[in-house]
């Protein structure tokens, strides 16, 4: 059965889309997953890639041509289909049954008018209604991971109203309107599928009953928050920003995902620390300047623990503890990191190719490179560039898998591998052959900053040829990774261990790194992936051949 492809939403203020090219043609195979085209909107130009498997039939907007948000992009179905009635917008599959159900379908309509006129008004001037916004190209719902505005609140243009947990990081979300915060639509935690009713913001009194009828046609879902809990919010806004310094159990403690998650890790009590945030809201800077202060309490408590002990009998009954487990909800990221690495895990046919490089003039050249003016080059960078000029010379690696046909890629964009608190994200430097150390050293620096901050855009996650992954900051000598797909390799990189190695049929100290390649087997065969490896020790151990 044919089915319809939209122009999608790629952006929360993306109201139309503009097609800057086509890289499927009516006729073409296409495989779930399968880049459709290059979609331009307000803020990138983005690949558009194809959830449906099947043959692409038809296209409804050409090349440079512009088209609303939901407006017919594409038909996908079996090749030989009839989709004229799909084209048409189904007017040649219901004629049949039109002349049988015209009085029918009349009534009904009357009906509905009927209902929709006294059920659904307009929206009032002043008013804005926020919708649940597409955040990454492959976003399909999110989750409100916290509120950083509560209902009665005033809420200037650019405030971060929210933060909102997508399938690949936790971004910030800010208010493109002024007003008061009316509704809320879903409490955090809680989760909704792109375009739902967010919150609303508009002038204070504006009825919010009315407006929900207007936009869900006739007020279907069940208000979160009323405009009657308005009053009794601000009324009590005062004791809950002072009891929010001082919360007991049960109630809310206001503080980000990243505060939170650096408390736990300290053993910070959150409840003792006052934040400086919006609302008293807890920062990651409140939690790295806390100073737990100093109480005799404990003190005490330990004299009389040491008393206890002394006057009761010593038992010698055995220790027995509680038995528990919890059960914490895994977030986007974390299922969108499983869903990605289990299919390339069981759909690629992996192998693996471990080498052990001499790092003795990759430390020197970089002691020399470092000592230039405002000059700063990682072993990560070079190890980047490396492979950067590798695969240049050897183009089966720089390739995707694509059923019937394998992609060569002719640009080289180097995706690198970033641990942030909620996961993983793969922040993507483009044209890296292209750039020297430096470029590559500050474009890593800046990406992998955005990332652990939450402000790296999809377009800067997107496009990667090839991977590198490095855990040798953490002492791992040598690991395997998990090839991310489209990509055919993965390379990991161990850490600089310094050991007695055969110079010149002399036992030295020497430096030396593992690298171990990942190998897609459908696209790279183990002779292909050695000679890969044999041109990246060269670069690695001679620097200087990456400086010409």
């Known amino acids: 059965m044919a089915i319809v492809v939209n ?68 038909i996908i179905g079996e090749e030989g289909e009839d989709v004229s009635g799909l084209i048409s917008g189904g007017t040649a599959a219901v004629s049949e049954d039109k002349s049988s159900e015209s009085e029918d379908a009349t009534e009904e309509t009357s009906e509905e008018m009927s209902d929709d006129a006294e059920g659904s008004a307009e929206i009032p001037e002043g ?23 509560n209902v009665g609140d005033d809420v200037e243009e ?3 109203l929210a933060e909102i947990e997508t399938d690949k990081a936790t971004m910030e979300f800010e208010s493109f309107y002024s007003g008061k915060l009316l509704y809320v639509g879903l409490q955090e935690g809680e989760s909704s599928p792109v375009d739902q009713v967010l919150a609303i913001i508009g ?9 929900l009828s207007s936009v869900t046609g006739g007020g279907k879902k069940k208000s979160t928050t009323t405009s009657k809990e308005v009053e009794k919010k601000s009324e009590s806004s005062t004791e809950n920003k002072e009891a929010s310094k001082s919360v007991s159990d049960g109630e809310r403690i206001f503080a980000s995902p990243l505060a939170k998650k650096i408390a736990e890790d300290k053993g910070i009590d959150l409840l003792k620390v006052t934040g400086t945030g919006d609302n008293g809201r807890i920062t990651k800077k409140d939690i790295e300047n806390y100073t737990p202060s100093t109480d005799a309490k404990p003190a005490s408590s330990e004299v009389k623990a040491e008393s206890a002990i002394v006057s009761q009998p010593v038992s010698m009954a ?8 919890e ?21 690629a046919p992996h192998f693996y190719l471990t080498i052990e490089v001499d790092m003795d003039n990759a430390k020197a050249s970089r002691v020399q490179i470092n000592s230039l003016p405002d000059t700063k080059v990682s072993f990560n960078d070079m190890v980047l560039k490396a492979c950067a000029m590798a695969l240049r010379k050897h183009p089966q690696v720089n390739t995707s898998w694509n059923g019937d046909t394998t992609k060569y890629h002719k640009h080289i964009h180097m995706g690198v591998a970033v641990a942030v608190d909620e996961g993983l994200v793969v922040p993507v430097v483009k044209h890296a052959d292209l750039l020297g150390l430096t470029q590559i050293g500050s474009a890593v620096k800046d990406l992998a900053g955005k990332a652990r901050n939450k402000k790296i855009a999809p377009s800067e996650m997107e496009g990667s040829t090839f991977t590198v992954s490095n855990l040798g900051m953490f002492g791992i000598l040598e690991f395997t990774s998990i090839i991310n797909q489209p990509n055919s390799a993965i390379l990991s990189v ?17 430096n030396t790194m593992k690298l171990t390649l990942a190998c897609d087997h459908r696209t790279v065969d183990g002779a292909v992936g050695a000679q890969f490896l044999q041109t990246l020790r060269y670069f690695v151990e001679n620097p200087v051949t990456m400086l010409a």
Not at 25 to 45: M, N, Q, S
Not at 206 to 211: F, I, Y
Not at 327 to 347: C, P
């Open 158 to 160: 650019g405030d971060i």
């Open 494 to 510: 161990g850490a600089i261990v310094e050991k007695p190695v055969v110079k010149n049929g002399e036992i030295v100290v020497g």
């Open 127 to 149: 008013v804005e209604v926020i919708k649940m916004p597409r955040l990454s190209d492959t976003m399909e719902e999110g989750t409100v991971a916290s509120w950083l505005k």
């Open 318 to 325: 055995l220790p027995s503890g509680e038995v528990g487990t």
């Open 7 to 74: 122009m999608p939403r790629l952006s929360d203020t993306m109201e139309e889309g503009t097609v800057a090219k086509w890289l499927k043609k009516v006729g073409d195979k296409i495989e779930e997953g399968d880049i459709l085209a290059e979609i331009e909107t307000d803020k990138a130009t983005m690949e558009f890639e194809s959830f449906n498997e099947g043959t692409l039939l038809y296209i409804g907007i050409e090349e440079g041509e512009a088209a609303p948000v939901d407006t017919l992009l594409a």
């Open 327 to 347: 059960e914490v909800k895994n977030s986007n990221m974390r299922k969108a990191i499983a869903k990605a690495l289990g299919n390339s895990k069981f759909n």
């Open 203 to 211: 002038p204070e009194g504006t009825d919010v009953n009315a407006v």
